[in-house]
């Protein structure tokens, strides 16, 4: 690695101001599992680092009165997936942290870091999708809110202006019952990144059944297939015809690349296959809580 | 560039150590001689150089040097008991021949120690997804799971606490 200076603020403000005075030379970090590795290659060479890790305030995973979830910058995908889990809220979002790196790693790991690096294959970016998430950024100018689906630009490039800093992830936990799903089609089955994924959410109002669908990998920005959602909203009952027209409207919202880990067209057969699962494994846990 | 001295506690003892920002965890360790933490990957994937921060099992080639300022590291040199005898893990991989080059056993010995700390009787799949993150090119997983299961039964005749280091 080049050589950095390594600031660790204690308060927000004083990130900013480092960010603010130093621009085009800072870099902020938070769990650093993708930064360091990127530092290490040389890809970015930050003059000064600054770590978050120390901010408290961005350290903290909050429900609101109004029933918003909140995810500060540094909670790692551990306890992250520990505080969904306990509360038994955001199935799809729990099944991410899960299929994210491996347990070791995902104690470093944030879910701040994962949208932020804006990778195609980004694990939380689906799910988070799928609920309609939005992150708040800060700067000396203020806060920001942006939807996940807007925040990421194309690979590697988020709507982050210089001296801006993601801050958290929130998320409106749904107020009906639902369940949520995110399946992932990798090589191995830890350690590896998505040659194509999707999360799939279906939320049960009285009488109108709904459902999101989201694809990972296989767009340079994030996809909601909001054609599928259209067609299943109210449809309780997923015969296979609409799994299978379902499917194809994924394949249709997509436009993946072929690379190292998978060619264009496998990634179009797995986004496929996955859509079919994901909706058949929606079905089969919504049976289970009813 | 500037050296900074980082303190935090090794294994049970204080250390002060200066550093560069950039040096990693993993090089700190093995420049001050604890070398049971194996350069590998260096990119987060091998889990050879895994260590406990603070009780949590991290690899110590994703994290600097300076961020375990006032944190307590652990290695495989810190699960020996003071009168040398080896840990009932580091036993286990010995009797049940989980070991071949050596080179992954010590990050194997860290993420197995994290997982009975929070897991007593884990489950197959716990034992698998608690080392998912450590790669064994040599001896295959078998034996490694064998010495788990062996390491979580001999813990367990321990006095209360007296496996936790």
Same mark, same amino acid.
């Given at each position: 690695?080049?050589?950095?200076?390594?600031?660790?603020?204690?308060?927000?403000?004083?990130?900013?101001?480092?960010?603010?005075?130093?621009? #085009?030379?800072?870099?902020?970090?938070?769990?650093?599992?993708?930064? !360091?590795?990127?530092?290490?290659?040389?890809?970015?060479?930050?003059?000064?680092?600054?770590?978050?890790?120390?901010?408290?305030?961005?350290?903290? !995973?909050?429900?609101?009165?109004?029933?918003?979830?909140?995810?500060?910058?540094?909670?790692?995908?551990?306890?992250?997936?520990?505080?969904?889990?306990?509360?038994?809220?955001?199935?799809?979002?729990?099944?991410?942290?899960?299929?994210?790196?491996?347990?070791?790693?995902?104690?470093?790991?944030?879910?701040?870091?994962?949208?932020?690096?804006?990778?195609?294959?980004?694990?939380?970016?689906?799910?988070?999708?799928?609920?309609?998430?939005?992150?708040?950024?800060?700067?000396?100018?203020?806060?920001?809110?942006?939807?996940?689906?807007?925040? !990421?630009?194309?690979?590697?490039?988020?709507?982050?202006?210089? #001296?801006? !800093?993601?801050?958290?992830?929130?998320?409106?936990?749904?107020?009906?019952?639902?369940?949520?799903?995110?399946?992932?089609?990798?090589?191995?089955?830890?350690?590896?990144?998505?040659?194509?994924?999707?999360?799939?959410?279906? =939320?049960?109002?009285?009488?109108?059944?709904?459902?999101?669908?989201?694809?990972?990998?296989?767009?340079?920005?994030?996809?909601?297939?909001?054609?599928?959602?259209?067609?299943?909203?109210?449809?309780?009952?997923?015969?296979?015809?609409?799994?299978?027209? @379902?499917?194809?409207?994924?394949?249709?919202?997509?436009?993946?690349?072929?690379?190292?880990?998978? @060619?264009?067209?496998?990634? =179009?057969?797995?986004?496929?296959?996955?859509?079919?699962?994901?909706?058949?494994?929606?079905?089969?846990?919504?049976?289970?809580?009813? | 560039?500037?050296?900074?001295?980082?303190? +935090?506690?090794?294994?049970?003892?204080?250390?002060?150590?200066?550093?560069?920002?950039?040096?990693?965890?993993?090089?700190?360790?093995?420049?001050?001689?604890?070398?049971?933490?194996?350069?590998?990957?260096?990119?987060?994937?091998?889990?050879?150089?895994?260590?406990?921060?603070?009780?949590?099992?991290?690899?110590?080639?994703?994290?600097?040097?300076?961020?375990?300022?006032?944190?307590?590291?652990?290695?495989?040199?810190?699960?020996? +008991?003071?009168?040398?005898?080896?840990?009932?893990?580091?036993?286990? +991989?010995?009797?049940?021949?989980?070991?071949?080059?050596?080179?992954?056993?010590?990050?194997?010995?860290?993420?197995?120690?994290?997982?009975?700390?929070?897991?007593?009787?884990?489950?197959?799949?716990?034992?698998?997804?608690?080392?998912?993150?450590?790669?064994?090119?040599?001896?295959?997983?078998?034996?490694? +799971?064998?010495?788990?299961?062996?390491?979580?039964?001999?813990?367990?005749?321990?006095?209360?606490?007296?496996?936790?280091?």
């Amino acid at each position: 690695m080049l050589a950095f200076e390594l600031e660790r603020p204690k308060t927000l403000e004083a990130a900013l101001g480092i960010l603010a005075d130093n621009p #085009g030379k800072a870099v902020p970090k938070s769990g650093g599992t993708d930064l !360091i590795i990127w530092m290490k290659k040389r890809t970015i060479h930050p003059k000064i680092l600054v770590d978050l890790a120390l901010i408290k305030d961005l350290s903290n !995973i909050t429900i609101s009165e109004n029933g918003r979830l909140s995810v500060g910058t540094n909670v790692t995908l551990n306890r992250l997936e520990d505080y969904l889990d306990e509360r038994e809220v955001l199935p799809a979002l729990i099944d991410a942290c899960r299929s994210h790196s491996d347990f070791t790693l995902r104690n470093k790991a944030t879910m701040v870091g994962n949208v932020t690096a804006a990778v195609p294959s980004g694990d939380m970016i689906p799910a988070l999708c799928c609920y309609d998430a939005e992150v708040e950024t800060a700067s000396l100018e203020g806060t920001r809110h942006i939807s996940v689906l807007d925040f !990421i630009l194309g690979p590697k490039k988020n709507a982050l202006d210089p #001296g801006e !800093i993601a801050t958290r992830i929130n998320i409106p936990l749904p107020e009906v019952a639902g369940t949520g799903c995110y399946l992932k089609s990798t090589r191995r089955s830890a350690l590896d990144l998505a040659q194509a994924s999707v999360a799939c959410v279906m =939320l049960c109002r009285t009488g109108v059944t709904e459902y999101r669908l989201s694809c990972g990998a296989v767009s340079p920005i994030p996809v909601r297939v909001f054609e599928a959602e259209k067609m299943l909203r109210g449809k309780s009952n997923l015969t296979p015809s609409l799994i299978e027209h @379902s499917a194809e409207l994924a394949v249709e919202a997509v436009n993946p690349i072929t690379d190292v880990r998978s @060619s264009r067209e496998y990634r =179009l057969q797995m986004i496929r296959e996955l859509t079919k699962r994901a909706l058949a494994l929606c079905q089969k846990r919504i049976q289970e809580v009813a | 560039m500037t050296k900074h001295i980082v303190r +935090f506690i090794l294994n049970g003892r204080a250390v002060k150590i200066e550093v560069e920002p950039r040096t990693t965890l993993l090089r700190t360790l093995r420049e001050i001689g604890v070398i049971s933490v194996k350069r590998g990957c260096e990119e987060g994937e091998c889990g050879t150089c895994t260590v406990l921060v603070d009780n949590s099992p991290q690899k110590s080639c994703m994290i600097l040097a300076m961020e375990v300022e006032g944190r307590s590291v652990t290695t495989s040199e810190g699960l020996i +008991f003071p009168d040398g005898e080896l840990h009932p893990i580091q036993q286990a +991989f010995i009797d049940e021949g989980a070991i071949q080059c050596g080179y992954c056993t010590p990050g194997m010995v860290m993420a197995t120690y994290a997982l009975l700390m929070r897991s007593p009787d884990p489950t197959e799949e716990e034992v698998r997804n608690a080392l998912a993150g450590n790669l064994c090119r040599c001896t295959g997983y078998v034996s490694i +799971f064998r010495a788990v299961k062996k390491a979580s039964a001999m813990m367990k005749k321990l006095p209360q606490g007296a496996g936790d280091r």
